[in-house]
């Protein structure tokens, strides 16, 4: 089917028009032209840039109504809209979900004019479109990220609040379970059964903090495939009877710097997920592990629009489970949100992994598929040769009455961990500031350890204190702990030891031990 003559609606000017349709017809913009004298006011005119964009040839477009672009997500309101200016004659101009000969999607700009004649009448409509599917995605991902910024700074500031409440809770039942008559079996069960509920407390807090990108992260130059393969038991054992791991590692994979231990997170995250849609489908299936090098440009099509150009080591977990509808895999990464059926999840553990890869500098999405979803990890690529794994930890001594100077301003905090580090042979001498801190140690400097808390109120925080202490007191070691970290966890609190709340018993110990054992430590 060929175009029709359209220039013959301005015949005085026909030339003109030739040459005018000459040019649209090779602009690289898409543009079309309609025929309203006609029934179902079909297509007449189309450029090569429509075709092109749309995928239909020039003889499967003539002679159709635009329509034929609409499918079943495209918004019926703003179709209206466009048939009601038709009908006024009137311009307009609108973003439709169009789709393609293919059967995907683009979001198209669409401005409609009418085309008079000299004499007055309607001749034709002529239709401009532009392909901003980029543009809509970026702006999608900017209120995304808006979205989780707000909540995750409301789960910032409650985890906060919530890690010290479960620091009493798990540092007193640890000092009781230390005091319960090995003979009494009741009582002993009791304290064990609170210690397990503040621990499943302390993991879902993390996760909060996590998400809120509210956590600080001890990073190292790792290589993502080694690290795969030495967590691949722990993932086997996570996966579960019934599912098979499969790998495809890059030979040559770039290193990157993050932090090892929230990066396993995220991996059993995302297979404790994978494990839980193959549950639900059959029980058996298969969840393949595998990584990339990846280079994103500015005009890349090859990673996600509101990726930023660089390059990224690419790791991809996909199972071949029962799927998940388009319509909620945006959802996926909101806080709280779950498809697993009630008790079987707080919805939190992809929660945690999105806030850990913005923290990290890269991007989580998810790539639904009618067979099995895929989550796909950006992580920044970093230069420089990857370091040894460290030795395993000895188990730490008790304390030897070596002298700690805490500083802590929540109270039933500090009078807990006096009593903790007490029980466990130190000398302690509690203070409830960093100012506090400091006068104490201009009467009297004779303490091995300072144990302080980063988030405190008076102006100076735990991390000044450190760098405060250092300076005047070089010899006295230093241990930090929170159970938040934001602005006042730089670059300056990477050169302290550090322990989360809530902590243990025997890890407090442990990383004491590690702090004051150290050669050159003083005891």
């Known amino acids: 089917?060929?175009?029709?003559?359209?220039?013959?609606?301005?015949?005085?000017?026909?030339?003109?028009?030739?040459i005018f349709f000459a040019a649209v017809k090779t602009t690289r913009m898409p543009m079309i032209v309609t025929d309203p004298r006609q029934p179902d006011n079909p297509i007449v005119f189309c450029n090569e840039a429509f075709s092109f964009m749309t995928g239909y040839s020039e003889q499967e477009i003539l002679g159709t109504n635009c329509r034929f672009l609409q499918g079943p997500e495209t918004d019926r309101d703003v179709v209206a809209q466009v048939r009601a200016a038709i009908e006024r004659r009137d311009e307009i101009a609108v973003e439709l979900l169009n789709y393609r000969k293919n059967g995907s999607t683009f979001w198209n700009a669409l401005f409609v004019s009418p085309v008079y004649d000299d004499a007055g009448e309607l001749v034709y409509f002529f239709s401009s479109q532009l392909d901003i599917s980029?543009?809509?995605?970026?702006?999608?991902?900017?209120?995304?990220?808006?979205?989780?910024?707000?909540?995750?700074?409301?789960?910032?500031?409650?985890?906060?609040?919530?890690?010290?409440?479960?620091?009493?809770?798990?540092?007193?039942?640890?000092?009781?379970?230390?005091?319960?008559?090995?003979?009494?079996?009741?009582?002993?069960?009791?304290?064990?059964?609170?210690?397990?509920?503040?621990?499943?407390?302390?993991?879902?807090?993390?996760?909060?903090?996590?998400?809120?990108?509210?956590?600080?992260?001890?990073?190292?130059?790792?290589?993502?495939?080694?690290?795969?393969?030495?967590?691949?038991?722990?993932?086997?054992?996570?996966?579960?009877?019934?599912?098979?791991?499969?790998?495809?590692?890059?030979?040559?994979?770039?290193?990157?710097?993050?932090?090892?231990?929230?990066?396993?997170?995220?991996?059993?995250?995302?297979v404790a997920n994978a494990r839980e849609a193959i549950g639900r489908k059959s029980g058996q299936g298969e969840i393949t592990i595998s990584t990339r090098n990846m280079i994103q440009s500015a005009d890349s099509a090859d990673g996600p629009a509101n990726l930023e150009p660089g390059e990224y080591v690419v790791v991809r977990v996909a199972d071949d489970g029962p799927g998940i509808d388009p319509q909620i895999a945006d959802k996926i990464f909101d806080p709280f949100f779950t498809t697993k059926e009630m008790g079987k999840g707080a919805g939190l553990g992809l929660a945690m992994v999105y806030g850990f890869m913005r923290q990290s500098g890269g991007l989580a999405t998810i790539e639904p598929n009618a067979e099995g979803v895929a989550i796909a990890l950006y992580f920044p690529r970093a230069a420089g040769v990857t370091e040894r794994r460290a030795a395993p930890v000895q188990p730490a001594r008790s304390g030897g009455a070596e002298r700690v100077l805490m500083v802590e301003d929540q109270q039933d905090v500090g009078d807990l961990g006096k009593s903790m580090l007490e029980d466990l042979?130190?000398?302690?001498?509690?203070?409830?500031?960093?100012?506090?801190?400091?006068?104490?140690?201009?009467?009297?400097?004779?303490?091995?350890?300072?144990?302080?808390?980063?988030?405190?109120?008076?102006?100076?925080?735990?991390?000044?204190?450190?760098?405060?202490?250092?300076r005047d007191y070089p010899r006295l070691s230093v241990l930090l702990t929170t159970g938040f970290a934001d602005e006042a966890i730089d670059e300056g609190a990477r050169s302290y030891e550090l322990i989360r709340k809530p902590y243990r018993r025997a890890d407090l110990n442990e990383r004491i031990r590690a702090v004051l054992d150290r050669p050159g430590a003083r005891t």
């Open 1 to 18: 089917m060929s175009s029709p003559p359209i220039a013959d609606a301005k015949q005085p000017h026909s030339g003109q028009s030739d």
């Open 425 to 470: 042979g130190y000398d302690v001498v509690l203070t409830r500031s960093a100012r506090e801190a400091l006068d104490q140690l201009a009467q009297d400097s004779d303490f091995q350890l300072l144990f302080t808390d980063i988030l405190m109120p008076g102006g100076m925080n735990g991390v000044a204190l450190a760098q405060a202490v250092r």
């Open 134 to 270: 980029r543009r809509r995605e970026a702006e999608d991902a900017l209120h995304e990220a808006q979205k989780m910024e707000a909540v995750g700074k409301l789960t910032g500031g409650i985890a906060h609040d919530f890690n010290n409440l479960l620091q009493v809770i798990i540092g007193y039942s640890d000092i009781l379970e230390a005091r319960v008559d090995q003979g009494d079996r009741s009582g002993r069960r009791a304290v064990e059964a609170i210690a397990a509920a503040a621990s499943r407390g302390a993991t879902l807090t993390q996760q909060l903090l996590a998400f809120a990108r509210k956590q600080e992260l001890r990073d190292r130059l790792l290589n993502f495939n080694q690290l795969i393969e030495d967590f691949r038991p722990i993932l086997k054992r996570t996966a579960g009877e019934g599912v098979v791991m499969r790998q495809r590692l890059e030979e040559n994979l770039w290193n990157c710097r993050i932090d090892p231990v929230q990066a396993e997170m995220a991996l059993l995250n995302i």
